[in-house]
Every structure is written in structure tokens, then in C-alpha cells.
């Protein structure tokens, strides 16, 4: 368990800095690792909630013109539904595994 907690942290680490080499809510996601593997769920996971965090961000700002709030709103929501299909990817995943 200590070498994947290790393992994802050092993802999410990852995940953090290549966003910042952009550092832009509407940056595509270049997800380095192998599709359907748990190393590409975390850094898509990680991903998901960084910028996430930045839409935050950018809504509390108290001069926000409130349709542009609305929008970074409805923004969120959406994020939020994408990543409740990710829990769900990530469980089918887990199962698998933990059947072998």
C-alpha cells in the first residue's frame, strides 16, 4: 500500500505541475499515461480537481460579472457530474483488479 500511496502522490504531483506549465481552465488535458490503467485514472482524477480548484477561484471573485459567474457555475456542475462518471470508471477498475 505505501508504494501506491507513493505512486499517487508522485501522479498527482504530476498532474499539478503539467497544469501549471499552462496554467489555464481551458487547457486539454495531455494525460501521459497509458489509457484504462489506474496511473491514467489518477492523473486524470488529479486533473479534473486542479482545475476544478481554479474555477473556484475564479468565482469568488468578488468583481465577477455575474453572468460570467453563472457560466464558471454552470462550469463547476458540470465538472462535478464528470467526476462522479470517473468514480464510477474508477470502481469498475478496482473490482477488476481486486478479482485477480
Known sequence: MKDFSANANAIFDRAIEDY????HVDAVM???FQPGT?????YEKNWIDVVQWH???IIRDP???SNKALEI???IDHR???ERIWWKKSMIIFL???KM
Open 63 to 65: 468583481e465577477i460579472d
Open 20 to 23: 501549471h506549465l499552462v496554467n
Open 38 to 42: 489506474i496511473d491514467s485514472l489518477l
Open 30 to 32: 495531455k494525460n501521459p
Open 73 to 75: 457555475k454552470r462550469r
Open 96 to 98: 477488476i483488479f481486486s
Open 55 to 57: 474555477l473556484e477561484d
Open 80 to 82: 462535478i457530474r464528470k
